[in-house]
C-alpha cells in the first residue's frame, strides 16, 4: 500500500517563505510525475507546479519565479520551495504522484493536503 503525506504548511507574512514536503512511503518501485495543487475556499483546483521523472518542470503564472518544485528520488519526496508569498496564495496545498507499485500498475495517488495561510 502506499501512502502520501504532505508536512509545512502554516501562517506566514506576505513577503515571507514556506517550504512544502510531500513524501510517499509503500512498496515503490518508480515515481513518475510529480504534482502540487492548490484549492482556495468557494475555488477550483488548479495545478501550481508539476516536475516530471526527468526533471522537466511546469508552473502556473501566478507562481512562476517565486515558487520552485524540486524532488529527491532517494526519499520518494517532493518539495515546494515558496517565496515572496501574497494572500491569494491562501489555500490547502495537496501533492499528488504517479506510482508504480513492486507489484501492479501505475496509478495516482494523493496527500491529505496542508493548508498555507499568508496573512498580516
Known amino acids: 500500500q502506499v501512502h502520501l503525506v504532505e508536512s509545512g504548511g502554516g501562517l506566514v507574512q506576505p513577503g515571507g517563505s514556506l517550504r512544502l514536503s510531500c513524501a510517499a512511503s509503500?512498496?515503490?518501485?518508480?515515481?513518475?510525475?510529480m504534482t502540487w495543487y492548490r484549492q482556495a475556499p468557494g475555488k477550483q483546483r488548479e495545478l501550481v507546479a508539476q516536475?516530471?521523472?526527468?526533471?522537466?518542470?511546469t508552473y502556473a503564472d501566478s507562481v512562476k519565479g517565486r515558487f520552485t518544485i524540486s524532488r529527491d528520488n532517494a526519499k520518494n519526496t517532493v518539495f515546494l520551495q515558496m517565496n515572496s508569498l501574497k494572500p491569494e496564495d491562501t489555500a490547502v496545498y495537496s501533492c499528488?504522484?504517479?506510482?508504480?507499485?513492486?507489484?501492479?500498475?501505475?496509478?495516482?495517488?494523493w496527500g491529505q493536503g496542508t493548508q498555507v495561510t499568508v496573512s498580516s
Open positions: 499528488q504522484m504517479f506510482i508504480q507499485p513492486f507489484v501492479g500498475s501505475v496509478r495516482d495517488y
Open positions: 509503500g512498496t515503490i518501485f518508480k515515481i513518475y510525475t
Open positions: 516536475i516530471s521523472r526527468i526533471n522537466t518542470t
